[in-house]
């Protein structure tokens, strides 16, 4: 976007609110355990959305404002950072939900749980590292066409892998089941579709990034095994510049003379 990331107290101030209160939100893992203090409970979900608001002020606004109306050009970098944001803005979202009581007590242990981590982890951190991998090899892309095609089948497989995984923890489908009951299995048969597709787009996205990386760092013996040796006795034609002299011109003996007289 050409802006730049500017930190202030209020950055710090989010961020290290976010350090303190979210390894104290661990009791929202907890809310079915008969062992655990009310208050603990209490606790948990306070700590939980409290530490949810620095990451939305900080991250999220902070993102948007540095592309909005920054007319920057929109590539593959570009393109997977912003839907990693935006991936792990909704698994964020429902992993609060999940950590609410009330809707923990129906979605507890359901397909809901790895649904929020499939989301802002494969929607996001995924994403995230892709974006990475195609800003740091310079964005040397195919095509526009070709990019366009592996970025529809990562994406629709992703959206249509965890909506399976989300539809199962409404449904109450138990998460960590061999044999899970309806409509368990018919959910798991449309998201291998799903990511059959996802694995298309990933593994063409995947090859070109390492394909980058490879060519940033060529290997010595790519020509065969005493490539380098030949370089070392190629001979090579340098090209000399003509050296430019200066003549220095002594006075003459009567302007010699001349200044010694005076």
């Known amino acids: 976007a050409g802006r730049p990331w500017n930190t202030n107290k209020i950055y710090a101030l989010s961020w290290t609110t976010s350090l303190i209160f979210v390894p104290w939100a661990w009791p929202h893992h907890l809310y079915m355990d008969f062992v655990q203090a009310p208050w603990l409970q209490l606790f948990g979900e306070a700590s939980t959305y409290i530490a949810t608001i620095?990451?939305?002020?900080?991250?999220?606004?902070?993102?948007?404002?540095?592309?909005?109306?920054?007319?920057?050009?929109?590539?593959?970098?570009?393109?997977?950072?912003?839907?990693?944001?935006?991936?792990?803005?909704?698994?964020?979202?429902?992993?609060?939900?999940?950590?609410?009581?009330?809707?923990?007590d129906v979605l507890h242990n359901t397909l809901w749980v790895p649904a929020h981590l499939h989301t802002?982890?494969?929607?996001?951190?995924?994403?995230?590292?892709?974006?990475?991998?195609?800003?740091?090899?310079?964005?040397?892309?195919?095509?526009?066409?070709?990019?366009?095609?592996?970025?529809?089948?990562?994406?629709?497989?992703?959206?249509?892998?965890?909506?399976?995984?989300?539809?199962?923890?409404?449904?109450?489908?138990?998460?960590?089941e061999a044999t899970p009951p309806t409509p368990g299995p018919q959910l798991a048969a449309i998201a291998t579709g799903f990511v059959v597709i996802l694995l298309l787009g990933m593994t063409a996205l995947l090859a070109w990034s390492a394909g980058g990386f490879i060519a940033l760092f060529p290997l010595a013996d790519a020509a065969g095994p005493n490539a380098a040796e030949a370089r070392a006795f190629t001979p090579t034609t340098t090209t000399v510049a003509p050296r430019r002299t200066t003549r220095s011109i002594s006075p003459s003996p009567q302007r010699q003379l001349r200044s010694r007289t005076w």
């Open 120 to 176: 802002y982890l494969l929607g996001g951190v995924v994403l995230f590292v892709i974006g990475f991998a195609s800003y740091f090899v310079g964005e040397k892309a195919p095509p526009r066409a070709i990019v366009k095609v592996w970025e529809w089948l990562f994406f629709v497989g992703l959206v249509g892998f965890l909506l399976m995984f989300y539809a199962g923890g409404i449904d109450g489908v138990p998460r960590r």
């Open 54 to 104: 620095p990451s939305a002020v900080v991250t999220i606004f902070g993102a948007l404002l540095l592309v909005y109306r920054s007319n920057m050009r929109w590539r593959i970098g570009s393109v997977f950072f912003m839907a990693g944001l935006l991936g792990w803005l909704v698994g964020g979202i429902a992993a609060m939900l999940d950590a609410t009581i009330p809707f923990n």
